[in-house]
Nanobody, 115 residues
Framework: VQLVESGGGLVQPGGSLRLSCAAS????????MSWYRQAPGKEREWVAL????????NYAESLKGRFTISRDNAKNTVYLQMNSLKPEDTAVYYC?????????WGKGTLVTVSS
């Protein structure tokens, strides 16, 4: 199982970014995918998930309306569209899959929101 995040970078407050997570080593379309983030000096927190088949989504309450998770099963990729970014969104963003009763994580991509 391999997860590779990309798309992070420096963005001004109010800006947008789209993160990608390319997955391999498992049947991507059969698994729920999640995004998490870890801000400097804080614990990792759950951001959003998207289910395997119906593509149902769920979000951390504080992020509803600004972040959108989606997936492209043909490309084995999950996305996180982030709008109206705030300095407090600065964090390393990780994707995760639970496969064979184990959690697999990517190495993360850094998002910095600053003017």
């Amino acid at each position: 199982v391999q997860l590779v995040e990309s798309g992070g970078g420096l963005v001004q407050p109010g800006g947008s970014l789209r993160l990608s997570c390319a997955a391999s080593g498992f049947t991507f379309s059969s698994y729920t995918m999640s995004w998490y983030r870890q801000a400097p000096g804080k614990e990792r927190e759950w951001v959003a998930l998207i289910t395997r088949s119906s593509g149902s989504t769920n979000y951390a309450e504080s992020l509803k309306g600004r972040f959108t998770i989606s997936r492209d099963n043909a490309k084995n990729t999950v996305y996180l569209q982030m709008n109206s970014l705030k300095p407090e969104d600065t964090a390393v963003y990780y994707c995760k899959v639970r496969w064979s009763n184990m959690d697999y994580w990517g190495k993360g991509t850094l998002v910095t929101v600053s003017s």
